[in-house]
């Protein structure tokens, strides 16, 4: 018996892991469009949702069910096997959803436990039907031979699974039309209209969450009697209309006597209602399995039995209420990892950036189908606009109007508060609705595709970003899909190992989680850093005034050539010592040096909007300086990457002469670079003659030296993979030295006229 209670406590310790790597996931859900609308300081919205976490935690306990009964028949399961269908869920709920939360994709903890359950369930009836082909099982008074349907609640597991697919289309219909609808009333330039109809909205706004979170998630609530319950339901149409009535007059007040801005109270309040909804639904996830094996454990401890594979577990088949302080234990854990996560950040931006009201750099790229949805659309809504009459279409133009948005601020957010409030109050409701029926509702799909339908209604995705939103969209959704599979054959497959192996696999299981847990770890704030590094870059790019745009621009430049020097000559020293590793390391530092140039060329709108006014050929010339440092890291990747292969391959390495010719051509190369690093460092292009006569005498080296080469081959002195490496270093090597001249010119000419301003 001991061993099981060691496993019992292993299962507790893997559903604080998942806590922390659940709600890192599903911090998405209830945070995004608070932080997307930028309606308070991050610490104030974090604040808020860890409230609403550690309330909601408590309305939990009737959702536990779920994870005891709701998959598969806990009657017709032993102790044993039970324990390892719970074992095998933890496990690939852990590693499964850091794996999401690693690369910032956000994922459904429903789906994911879901089916584990059912993978693991079946798993394990499998083996007993293995074992025991004649097993007889009891069932309405009925005996007869077990299938897997006596093992499987197929009935509530598909009716589940349907609801949450279904949860996508309802989620993304009633946002549209919820988001449309208030479009029309108060449009963009909503902030005179919040004066007249900014209280009824308010009251309206906060009494729908009010009733979803108090009169709906009262029926699951641990710490609230029956009659208390009752009580609530009985008097629910009074209780709202004062509500309504109260709410709406406080609000008036306060507009009147304060200017208060309704929307930031409704986006606070929904933040807190859906943190508190997410809670209430979604804790079942991360400590249902946990709970229901300390159940079980508890029964089979009572018996005083020795064989737990002579315990049938029917004690989960009835309700068990969950003792509150286990549920604000979970709570607050799930807030602290709120405060800590860097994780939870990442998968927030996914959504947001999904979603913001703006271009800008776009995650995704475009796919066909999503190309083929975008000219469909646009061809039906053709059609439809030729019906519709003109004065229609123009009024509601009106309402759509987006300058007032664009232009209200330097640094706007992604959306405004009235998307924001939508987002917040059509999923809150939705969740609150699901959880109040015991529903395991996927909040991350409801949330999600909430906000990617009022963003769709906003006219977000334009004509410029529309294929790359959708894109985007289907990714996530189609990782979903790939969650579900994943979560059934890796529960499936544990499960086995487990039913296999014993105690060596479960420990052999566990340890390959945390390696895999702390390598994810690793991966991720290595990206993050470098993320960081960008988002700094880019915000004190965008914070500068246009006089310092050239010292900005400069410095990026020469960031950039300092690193081309260095790499090209690492990569021609490591070619010549046949040095793989160092190789290796040199195409990873080139592909970061592309990913850097092309944000930049990515960014040039951007940052020619901060030149001075009139400034029209200094705009010209700083693309022409983008265009040639992004070609000339180009040539670098031509010149490190056909090396790595080279010698990766074992081809043979280059002759003495070889070695010789081409560390001399690097040599003056590398020399030629520092004078146009020294001259644009300076801001002195007195010298610019002097290195261009210096760039045709290594010119002419490099012209000499491919003769030489050209020599080699015809006499066959040299390979022929070598001699088409050796010569395509040498043409790389000259287009560097055109481009780079090219560069400095246009950089000279970039900060002549800049002057001039």
Known sequence: MDIYLILVVVLFALAISDLVVGVSNDAVNFLNSAIGAKVAPFRIIILVAAIGVLIGATFSSGMMEVARNGIFHPQHFYFNEIMIIFLAVMITDVILLDLFNTFGMPTSTTVSIVFELLGAAVAVSLVKLSHGSQ?????????????????????????????????????????????????????????????????????????????????????????????????????????????????????QLLIWLFNLNVL?????????????????????????????????????????????????????????KTDTYMLIIAGLIMVSTLWLSRKARTVTKTSVDLSRQGEGDERFGSSLFARSLVRGSRNIGKSISSIVPQGLKNGINKQFDQSHFKTETAEAPSFDLIRASVNLLVAAMLIAFATSLKLPLSTTYVTFMVAMGTSLTDRAWGRDSAVYRITGVLSVIGGWFFTALMAFTAAFVFALVISWGGIAAIIGLILIALIMVIRTHAIHKKRTQKEEETEKEDFEEDSIYPEDVREKCSANVLGILDTVRNVYN???????????????????EVKEVNERTKHLKDRAPFTITKLQEDSEMTSHYY?????????????????????????????????????????????????????????????????????????????AKIQETRRRQIKRIKSSKTSTKLAMLYLNILHESKNMLLFGINLLKSQRDFATYNKKQ
């Open 135 to 251: 097993e007889i099982v009891t069932e309405g008074g009925l005996t007869k031979i077990a299938d897997m349907g006596d093992y499987i609640n197929t009935e509530k597991a598909l009716g589940i699974i349907s609801g949450i697919l279904l949860s996508v289309v309802i989620a993304f219909s009633v946002g549209a039309l919820v988001q449309w609808l208030s479009r029309l009333l108060f449009s963009f330039n909503y902030k005179k209209r919040l004066r007249y109809f900014g209280a009824i909205y308010g009251g309206l706004s906060i009494t729908a969450i009010v009733y979803f979170m108090l009169i709906k998630g009262a029926k699951g609530a641990s710490f609230m009697s029956s009659e208390t319950q009752k009580a609530l339901l009985d008097n629910s149409l009074v209780i709202m209309a004062f509500c309504f009535i109260g709410l709406t007059i406080l609000f």
């Open 264 to 320: 930031k109270v409704i986006v606070l309040a929904g933040t807190f209602a859906l943190a508190m909804a997410f809670a209430g639904n979604d804790l079942v996830n991360f400590i249902g399995v946990p709970l229901a094996g300390f159940e079980a454990y508890k029964d089979f401890a009572a018996t005083g039995l020795t064989d737990p594979g002579a315990h049938s577990m029917e004690i989960l088949s009835g309700k068990v």
């Open 570 to 588: 690492d990569s021609i020293n490591a070619l010549i010592s046949e040095d793989r590793k160092t190789l290796k390391q040199k195409t990873k």
């Open 623 to 699: 693309v022409q300086v983008l265009d040639y440092l992004r070609e000339t890291a180009h040539c670098l990747t031509y010149i490190s990457e056909p090396s790595y292969r080279h010698i990766d391959n074992n081809h043979s390495g280059l002759s003495i002469i070889q070695a010789e010719d081409l560390r001399g051509i690097a040599g003056t190369v590398d020399k030629l670079f520092e004078e146009i690093v020294s001259a644009i460092k300076n801001g002195n292009y007195s010298k610019t003659d002097l290195i261009i006569q210096q760039q045709q005498d290594v010119l």
